[in-house]
């Protein structure tokens, strides 16, 4: 195994554990004030590790890299703070006041559906078949895990 694929093992560990504790914050508060505290957290704690990796010489030509980002980017870079960052942490605050952490990870899993919808509209990239039986695999749990047990 490739230390990309811990990586990404490691971030989904972590992404279904806060889902599952938001659950029980998430009829606590109201879903805006979580939303902005996790982005507030979230950005505060990428400011204190991009301080301590320029301390350590990291990376010292990060001017230089910021300032050859074009309005294209920036636009990119604001559009995904905004779509997958502010309104993604409302809705996903909102829906789990109702909705159990187990099928609230199914319904997760459907990212990967979205993010080849995506591929093939914006991109022209092919779906392969392996991941038309991946995208079955996922909508069949997602519809199994929506029933109701009585």
């Not at 806060?18 to 939303?35: G, H």
């Not at 320029?54 to 990119?76: H, K, M, P, Y």
Request: include cysteine; glycine fraction near 6%.
């Amino acid at each position: 195994m490739h230390l990309g694929e811990i990586a990404v093992l490691g971030a989904a560990l972590c992404y279904a554990a806060v889902k599952v504790r938001l659950a029980a914050k998430a009829r606590l508060f109201p879903s805006d004030m979580l939303a902005a505290a996790r982005l507030l957290a979230a950005a505060s704690l990428a400011w204190v590790i991009f301080g301590i990796s320029n301390l350590f010489q990291a990376d010292v030509q990060w001017q230089l890299d910021i300032s050859r980002l074009g309005t294209e980017c920036w636009v990119l870079l604001m559009l995904s703070a905004l779509i997958s960052g502010v309104i993604a942490t409302v809705l996903q605050a909102e829906g789990q006041r109702v909705v159990p952490p187990a099928q609230a990870q199914t319904i997760y899993a459907t990212v990967p559906l979205f993010a080849a919808a995506y591929d093939l509209a914006f991109l022209a990239e092919p779906i392969e078949g392996k991941e038309i039986v991946a995208g079955v695999a996922i909508l069949a749990s997602a519809a199994l895990s929506s029933t109701s047990d009585q």
